[in-house]
């Protein structure tokens, strides 16, 4: 069974920065682009961060441009999710999501592995 678990959110002050982990296991991840998304409290999903599989290509939202950086360890099975200079307004739940392609797709539904996420608050 195909899985994805993410991993490192937490809470933070203004300005931190965390490392966000998404793990897979019963396949490999390097035949798969990954992409982030985020749900912040009463807001739709939106997309953060995309890597193709070869870590070649990447999509990123005008949100994440500047503070935001995604990279993959295929040896170790592993996408990450830099978070740099947080702000309030990143406080989300932070999802990877895998497309059934090696490339980074345009559109959510296209994303057809989730992980369950991981909660990051960023509060003084």
């Known amino acids: 069974q195909l899985q994805l678990a993410e991993s490192g959110g937490g809470l933070v002050q203004p300005g931190g920065s965390l490392r966000l982990s998404c793990a897979a296991s019963g396949f490999s991840l390097a035949d798969y682009a990954i992409g982030w998304f985020r749900q912040a409290p009463g807001k739709e999903r939106e997309g953060v961060l995309c890597i193709s599989s070869s870590g070649r290509n990447i999509d990123a939202a005008d949100s994440a441009k500047g503070r935001f950086t995604i990279s993959r360890d295929n040896a170790k099975n592993t996408v990450y999710l830099q978070l740099n200079n947080l702000k309030p307004e990143d406080t989300a739940v932070y999802y990877c999501?895998?497309?059934?392609?090696?490339?980074?797709?345009?559109?959510?539904?296209?994303?057809?592995?989730w992980g369950q996420g991981t909660q990051v608050t960023v509060s003084s």
């Open positions: 999501a895998a497309p059934a392609s090696s490339f980074c797709r345009d559109y959510e539904v296209e994303y057809v592995y």
